[in-house]
Each structure stands twice: as structure tokens, then as C-alpha cells.
């Protein structure tokens, strides 16, 4: 079921909305935290929407990263939010996105790799002794000419665990500068996209689909985005040399 709705918050779609939580479509360069030098997704929702500025966490029960689009959940009371966080932390609500991978992947495959911080470099890391335990899955939609376009489905939800995961095995997302990782997919990605004139500037990925069972109503959710312009002019800009 997906109880579309055409409503705009600041330009922020919302996909999917009822009486107990939301479901937005957050574009590119946009921070989800609190943060006050930036403009961010919890300000653009609370001067809307005021109700919401008294909910833990401001209703958010998870997060993209700043440069990351696609579907995000937001709860509309107390009740709503500690369900829904309960649901993420038993691992029952689905998330699959979409990517480009440097890097030409022979099939999909799966990735069991502990996540931690890397404070010295203000990033995160596979970490198997001390980090958390980080489940990836993912499969071949398309290989292209240097590059590869896949789904990805994260069985836990740990900061950049797509971003670090893909760079770990050796296919960083195209336009990923903070999980370069030197490998030789990505500088020959790098070279060719460079010496064709096109700038990607972000990480090519995008949360397309959630389903879950509504916490409250019990009803089956599903809603899909669709992939942003700027992927779907990468992905046609590289299928021209496939």
C-alpha cells in the first residue's frame, strides 16, 4: 500500500502520510540532524509542522547521510516513534536502495563486516575486533562500462555502512571522496567520468524503497521513490560507452 500524497514542505515531498508518521523523499544536500550553521531537515519539519518539536528525537527514527536522497520515516507522537524504533532494532522494516558502484561486478553477493569510528580521520571503518556488527546485501541491477549499477539491502543501519562496506570490497560509490580507498575501480572511474567533462559531485545513492508493518494500524507500508535525475543522467551518461 502506498497512500501517496502530493504535499510539499519546503520542497520536501511527502510519499506516504496518516494520523501517526510520515514518510518524506529528502533530497540531495540536506542534513537530517539538528545543526546550526546548515539548513536541515528537523528546523524545515518543526516550522511546519509544530507538534512535532516535542517528540523524542524530533519524530526521526532514522538517518541519511547529508548527500544520500531517498525516503525517510518521521513519527507523529511519542507512542508512534518508540514502535517504530522498536521495529528498526528487530530488524523489521525493510530498506533497499539504489546505487552506483565503481568498479564492473560480476554478481551481487553479501557483506558481514563489524563497523566503528575512525577518530582520527573523522570517518567510520570496518573494524572486526571492537566495531558493530554490519550486514550488507546487494545485487547486480546492470553492469556498465567501468561502473556498475546495483540494490542494496542493509540489514543493520550503521553510519555510511553502504559507503564503507562497497569501498571495503573495492567498489566505492562514484562521486564517495570520503571512502576513496585508492582502489584502482574507482581511479579508473574517476579518470574516465573526468576525461568525458562529467561532474557527479555526491555519492550515488538513493533509498528507493521501505516496507513495513504500521506499528499502530498494522497495515502493510510500502513506498518507493524513484531515482533521482542526477543518478538517472549518470547512469545514461555511461550506458552511451557500454
Known amino acids: 500500500m502506498n497512500n501517496t500524497n502530493s504535499n510539499i514542505i519546503n520542497n520536501i515531498n511527502i510519499i ?3 494520523e501517526y508518521l510520515f514518510i518524506i523523499n529528502k533530497p540531495c544536500n540536506l542534513i537530517v540532524n539538528l545543526n546550526n550553521k546548515y539548513i536541515n531537515l528537523i528546523n524545515i519539519i518543526n516550522n511546519n509542522i509544530k507538534d512535532l518539536s516535542n517528540i523524542e528525537n524530533n519524530g526521526l527514527v532514522h538517518r541519511l547521510d547529508k548527500n544520500t536522497t531517498g525516503l525517510i520515516i518521521i513519527a507523529k507522537n511519542n507512542l508512534c516513534y518508540f514502535k517504530l524504533k522498536k521495529l528498526f532494532y528487530k530488524k523489521k ?3 533497499e536502495y539504489i546505487g552506483v558502484v565503481t568498479g564492473e561486478m560480476l554478481s551481487g553477493g553479501s557483506i558481514y563486516k563489524s563497523i566503528s569510528r575512525d577518530k582520527k580521520r573523522n570517518k567510520m ?5 571492537y566495531g558493530k556488527k554490519s550486514i550488507t546485501y546487494y545485487k547486480v541491477i546492470k553492469k556498465l562500462y567501468l561502473h556498475t549499477l546495483i540494490k542494496i539491502n542493509i540489514i543493520t543501519g550503521r ?3 553502504i559507503r564503507v562496506h562497497m569501498s571495503n570490497i ?4 562514484v562521486g564517495d571522496k570520503k571512502y576513496i580507498n585508492n582502489n584502482s ?3 579508473k572511474s574517476f579518470d574516465f567520468l573526468k576525461k568525458k567533462k562529467f561532474l557527479f559531485e555526491r555519492q550515488a545513492l538513493h533509498s528507493y524503497k521501505i516496507k513495513f508493518i504500521h506499528p ?13 535525475d542526477d543518478i ?5 551518461f555511461i550506458e552511451i560507452y557500454s
Open 170 to 173: 573495492g567498489y566505492t560509490l
Open 185 to 187: 575501480n574507482y581511479k
Open 93 to 95: 522494516i525493510y530498506k
Open 16 to 18: 506516504y502520510e496518516d
Open 125 to 129: 571503518c570496518i573494524n572486526e575486533e
Open 159 to 161: 553510519t555510511h555502512q
Open 232 to 236: 538517472n543522467k549518470l547512469i545514461k
Open 216 to 228: 499502530i494500524t498494522k497495515k502493510n507500508i510500502k513506498c518507493i521513490s524513484k531515482c533521482p
